[in-house]
Structure formats: structure tokens, C-alpha cells
């Protein structure tokens, strides 16, 4: 009977793990993978380009993964390139790719997978009805669409596939689906595909599905036609039935049904058993193909340029009347704005964040009093361009800082700024700006595949 | 009267994506779990007011192999946008930790 042993490096490229867990994983195995990317930290890295790990970091584990894989004559595949898997993410990871080749001398079929799509295609497809909204979608618009900084579309396990075809043996992808890398490989073997998205379900966060995940490191298991058995190679983790059972919870809004691009994995009916006190048998899985192929998009549009100031209160006589204060001086900031750099309020946005009250939740905060002896404020600012938004956040610091109060008669200083200047330009600010799914006849149409031999 | 906190080993708040947040509360035992599994704790409606939706927006998955309830909903701003207060969604479960657990005798054996 045909078995595929899978390895999941780590749960994100760029964390870490320990050598000897990938070491010990890699003996018997047919592939090893590792997810680079997540929406988890904001728009930001999509808009902008930027990756969140430091480059030395996935060079790190991206040199011992390829090394490894290079050792044992398996396929190393790289999903979400740089944090959001556009093409900028890409290129920086495909040249430390070939920076590790050449240092250590390897020598290997190399493919990218580019899956960004430009504004303007994905506009046309918008025109023909080929975008399907999901629950909690923005509006979309052409002009918007066509104005949006950075598209991505997410890979199936499809086009890692036809990259492993064509003779790659490393593969790095732009956006994919987390468990896209973890399905190719024993999809070609002949695994079925519930037993394969359900194994890279729990394989996708690396050691995460552990009962107890001292620090990332790797996991591995290994899937046959009926199910799979997965075990941490580390040996101070273990894994147990609920554990596992546990880790479908994830990051997923459903428990039981994962959407994927062909179809939806449904694990209300798994069995979850222990066959030893470090490894668990996964049965039961299934997997309803889906009537057409879809592919998840996600987008980043710009809306401003940040720029934050800083400060605390703590003057009871101040706090005891916040708001009415921050309203007032907010009426002030409007004012002088429009007088010294000609902006209607509709033109900026000025937004208060009061620590100690409901910054946190916002609007959802259940108890917004100030129970404490002082607050945190921050003073978000967004406008047309940088230079703006600093001025008006000079405005706005200086105008509330010098607000009066009925209680005190002369000059006040209401706000205390931890640092000089009060105020920090952010740059660029974006937002997601698509929750659709594409239907396309071909998996493979959303990408480019391009293969090169690297030493 | 007892208080969520009190009896789950875990209460996480996530993003499932940037458009919707997801909640786990998880038991370290069976008779925890089914004690809150048949409490106002797996009822939509406990939810709603909390985090200002329609129960129909809000949905409570049992998990009994996991030993864990979830409760899923949509974001109130997409994850990172210009009235995000919490991008990871890390900080949404905490009006939760002291919700009273009440009726597990009256919803037993019902289904929500």
C-alpha cells in the first residue's frame, strides 16, 4: 500500500526550529514543506511589499530546509512567500534561494510560482461575473479594483504540482493555501484528498498540533489511503487525540468544514486515536469536491499616509472629563487645520485611542469608564500624504496640549509625551480590500511557473 | 455562581482571516466541557449582545473531540483597516472570562 511521509519544517518560514527535528523527519521522507506567510499581521506587508520576519531568519531555515531536502533527494516546497506572497515577496526569497545555492554550493531545479494578478485583470474578470463574494465581503467597484496596490490570488496544491512535473525540486510559491504545499505531493502519489488536506491541515503550523509546543519546531506524518499517523519528531513533544482533534480549531472560523480551492475538507466524522503516547491516527477524513474551481483573492488598497502621536494623562481633574475634553480640543485641532493648511475634516482622518478606557476593543468595549488613576492616548492621523499628516499631528498634539480646562485658570500642559518628538510618521497605510473568490476552468491560469536550474 | 474563566483552561480569541473572528474555549476535561456545552455559554444569544450582532451573525460550534466550544463571528473593521483596534483579534474573547455560567441544567439535553 502506497504511504507518503510529509514534513512540515515549521509552522512559519522564518521562526525557527531544531535541526536535529528536521534532521530525524527528513530520514523516510518524500517531501518537506514549510508556509511562509499569513494575513494575521495586517494589510501592511501586501500593500507595501515588506516582509515580516527578518531576511536573516529565513535564510537560516531556508538553508538548512534546502540543504536537507538537496541531501535526501526530496522536494523542498515554500508557500506565501515573504508574508503576503506577492511578486516583490517573491523575487527577495527566490534571490536567498540562489544566495544558499551558491554559498553552500547546492545545485537543484528551482521553480517560482508567481500568483500575483494585476488590477486590471482581475477588473475584467470582475466585469464578466467571475467574482464570488464571501461572507462579510467589501463592495467592490471597477475604478476600485483597478486602483488597488497589490492582488493575490491563492494557489491549491495545482500549480505545485505542475511545478514538481516539470522537474523542480525546490518550489517557491507567492500566496498559496496553507495546506496547498501539504496536499501536492501525496496528491500525485495517490493519497485521497481527504486523508491529504487534513494531514496538512495539522501540518501547516509545524508543531503547533503538539500537546504542549515548547518553541516552532517540526512535524511530520505519514498518510496512506484510509489516514494518517502524526508524530513530532522532537522527543520532548508528543502528540494525543485531542491535541490534534484540537488544532482543526485553528485560525478556522468553522471547526468541522475547511473551503478549499476544489472542494471542502470535512472532518465532522474524523477518529482521532492514540497509537502510542506520541503519535495519533487520524481516520475518517473526508472530501467534497466542489462543482467549480475557485481561488481565494486577497488585496491591499492604500488609504493615507500615519502619522501617531504618543501620550499619557494622568491630571485627575483631566480624566475625569476625557471626552468632553477630547472634543473639545478635537473642534480646536478642525479649526486650525482648516486655517493654517486649508484641509475640510473630510479631508483627514483624526482618530483618539484612550488606553485605560476602550481603546482596545473600540466600540465593543463592555465597560468604557476610566476605573484608573491614568490613560494611554494615541492620536492616529491619515492623510492624503505624509507631509500632511505630520502637520496635522504637529497641530494636534501642540493644540491639546495647551487645551484649557474650566477648573484651572492659565496656561495648561494637559498631555505627557514619553518621547521627542511627540509624534511618528507610519507611512503608507492599507487596507485588505477584497474577500471574493475567482472561478477559474484552469487551476493553473491564476500563476506563472518558471523553472531555472540554480547552483 | 460560576464564571467561564473558572472552569475553561483556555479562552483564545484569532482571527479566522481578516473578515471574521473566531473564539476557542477549551476544557481540560470531559465533565467541564460537557457542563458549558450545555450551558448559555453554547447559546448564539449570550453572544450577541456582547459584541453588538444579531444571533443569526454569530455561530457556536461543539467540538467534543477537542473538548472545546467556538464561537465564531464577523469582524467589527477587516483585520489592519483605518478603525482597527486589535489586528490579530488577540483581545476580542475577554469580555468573556467572566461570563456566569448559568442554566446547564435547564438546556440540558437540548440542541442550540
Known amino acids: 500500500m502506497t504511504s507518503v511521509k510529509a514534513v512540515a519544517a515549521t509552522g512559519q518560514l522564518g521562526t525557527g526550529f531544531k535541526t536535529e527535528s528536521l534532521e530525524a523527519a527528513a530520514v523516510g521522507a518524500d517531501f518537506i514543506a514549510c508556509d511562509a506567510g499569513s494575513t494575521d499581521p495586517g494589510p501592511h506587508y501586501l500593500g507595501s511589499g515588506d516582509t515580516q520576519s527578518a531576511e536573516a531568519a529565513v535564510k537560516r531555515d531556508l538553508s538548512r530546509i534546502i540543504a536537507t531536502a538537496v541531501k535526501h533527494g526530496i522536494p523542498a516546497l515554500i508557500g506565501s512567500a515573504g508574508t503576503a506572497g506577492g511578486r516583490p515577496h517573491l523575487e527577495r526569497t527566490a534571490n536567498i534561494v540562489r544566495e544558499i545555492a551558491r554559498e553552500q554550493n547546492l545545485r537543484f531545479p528551482f521553480a517560482t510560482i508567481d500568483t500575483e494578478l494585476s488590477p486590471d485583470l482581475v477588473a475584467d474578470a470582475y466585469a464578466r461575473g467571475e467574482l464570488k463574494p464571501l461572507p462579510n465581503a467589501p463592495e467592490l467597484t471597477d475604478a476600485g479594483i483597478r486602483s488597488m496596490s497589490r492582488i493575490v490570488a491563492m494557489a491549491g496544491p495545482e500549480p505545485f504540482e505542475a511545478a514538481l512535473n516539470q522537474g523542480a525540486q525546490i518550489v517557491l510559491s507567492g500566496r498559496s493555501s496553507d495546506t496547498s504545499l501539504y496536499v501536492a505531493v501525496p496528491h500525485m502519489k495517490g493519497i485521497p484528498m481527504g486523508v491529504a488536506y487534513h494531514a496538512g491541515k495539522i501540518l501547516e503550523c509545524g508543531a503547533a498540533a503538539a500537546k504542549l509546543r515548547l518553541y516552532p519546531d517540526s512535524m511530520a506524518a505519514i498518510l496512506d489511503q484510509d489516514g494518517f499517523v502524526i508524530e513530532p519528531p522532537n522527543p520532548d513533544f508528543a502528540c494525543t487525540p485531542q491535541s490534534v482533534a484540537a488544532h482543526t480549531l485553528y485560525e478556522n472560523a468553522d471547526p468541522f468544514l475547511l473551503t478549499e480551492p476544489g472542494g471542502t475538507l470535512d472532518t465532522s466524522a474524523s477518529q482521532y486515536t492514540a497509537i502510542s503516547d506520541r503519535a495519533v491516527r487520524v481516520t475518517n477524513s473526508q472530501y467534497i469536491p466542489a462543482e467549480g474551481y475557485t481561488v481565494r483573492l486577497e488585496a491591499a488598497s492604500m488609504r493615507g499616509y500615519r502619522t501617531v502621536v504618543l501620550a499619557g494623562i494622568r491630571d485627575p481633574l483631566l480624566l475625569m472629563q476625557l471626552d468632553d475634553y477630547i472634543a473639545s480640543a478635537g473642534a480646536s485641532i478642525a479649526k486650525k487645520v482648516l486655517d493654517s493648511l486649508g484641509l475640510e475634516s473630510n479631508q483627514y482622518t483624526i482618530r483618539w485611542l484612550v488606553y485605560g478606557k476602550d481603546a482596545t476593543m473600540g466600540p465593543l468595549e463592555p465597560t468604557p469608564f476610566i476605573e484608573g488613576h491614568e490613560v494611554g492616548v494615541v492620536i492616529d492621523i491619515v492623510a492624503a500624504d505624509q507631509k500632511t499628516a505630520s502637520g496635522i499631528a504637529s497641530i494636534a498634539w501642540h493644540t491639546t496640549l495647551h487645551h484649557p480646562i474650566k477648573e484651572y485658570s492659565g496656561l495648561i500642559s494637559s498631555l505627557a509625551f514619553p518621547f521627542s518628538p511627540p509624534s511618528f510618521d507610519a507611512g503608507p497605510v492599507y487596507e485588505f480590500s477584497i474577500n471574493h473568490v475567482w472561478a477559474i476552468e484552469d487551476p493553473l491560469s491564476m500563476c506563472t511557473i518558471s523553472l531555472s536550474d540554480v547552483h | ?112
Not at chain 2, 16 to 23: K, V
Not at chain 2, 57 to 74: N, T
Not at chain 2, 102 to 108: A, I, K
Open chain 2, 1 to 112: 455562581m460560576t464564571e467561564l474563566w473558572e472552569v475553561a483552561k483556555l479562552i483564545r480569541s484569532k482571527n479566522a482571516g481578516p473578515w471574521e473572528l473566531t473564539i476557542d474555549i477549551m476544557f481540560g476535561n470531559q465533565q467541564d466541557y460537557d457542563r458549558v456545552a450545555a450551558s448559555n455559554i453554547a447559546n448564539p444569544d449570550t453572544y450577541a449582545g456582547i459584541y453588538h450582532l444579531p444571533s443569526s451573525d454569530i455561530r457556536v460550534f461543539k467540538h467534543e473531540m477537542a473538548l472545546a466550544l467556538k464561537v465564531s463571528l464577523p469582524r467589527p473593521t477587516p483585520a489592519g483597516g483605518l478603525q482597527e483596534t486589535d489586528v490579530f483579534g488577540g483581545q476580542f474573547g475577554s469580555p468573556l472570562v467572566h461570563l456566569e455560567i448559568e442554566g446547564e441544567n435547564v438546556l440540558q439535553g437540548q440542541s442550540s
